[in-house]
Nanobody, 125 residues
Framework: VQLQASGGGLVQAGGSLRLSCAASGHAFRTYTVAWFRQAPGKEREFVAAFFRSSGNTYYQDSVKGRFTISRDNAKNTVFLQMNSLNADDTAVYYC???????????????????WGQGTLVTVSS
């Protein structure tokens, strides 16, 4: 599986962006797909995920109610809609995928075998 993240950019605080993660390969709908982010000088952290094909979604507490993860299986694409952005959301955002990941490992970056290249989101205050 190859992942291509896009949609980052510069946005003012309070604004919105939608990130996309396009995947190659079949059976993508059976993969767990997640978004992580890494701010300058910080560890890469979990943001949101779809667990396999269950339809269940999971979020980091700081983005709940502001970010929404969704997927279009026909297009092999996962989206991250980000609303009410603030300066703390500034980071490089990565999409990641794995087929065999178990739920207890969902938020661990080392549990994912496939990574996109990252897309930069900058929120100006």
């Amino acid at each position: 599986v190859q992942l291509q993240a896009s949609g980052g950019g510069l946005v003012q605080a309070g604004g919105s962006l939608r990130l996309s993660c396009a995947a190659s390969g079949h059976a993508f709908r059976t993969y767990t797909v997640a978004w992580f982010r890494q701010a300058p000088g910080k560890e890469r952290e979990f943001v949101a995920a779809f667990f396999r094909s269950s339809g269940n979604t999971y979020y980091q507490d700081s983005v709940k109610g502001r970010f929404t993860i969704s997927r279009d299986n026909a297009k092999n694409t996962v989206f991250l809609q980000m609303n009410s952005l603030n300066a703390d959301d500034t980071a490089v955002y990565y999409c990641a995928a794995d087929r065999g990941l178990i739920l207890s490992s969902l938020k661990r970056k080392d549990a994912y075998a496939y990574w996109g290249q990252g897309t930069l989101v900058t929120v100006s205050s």
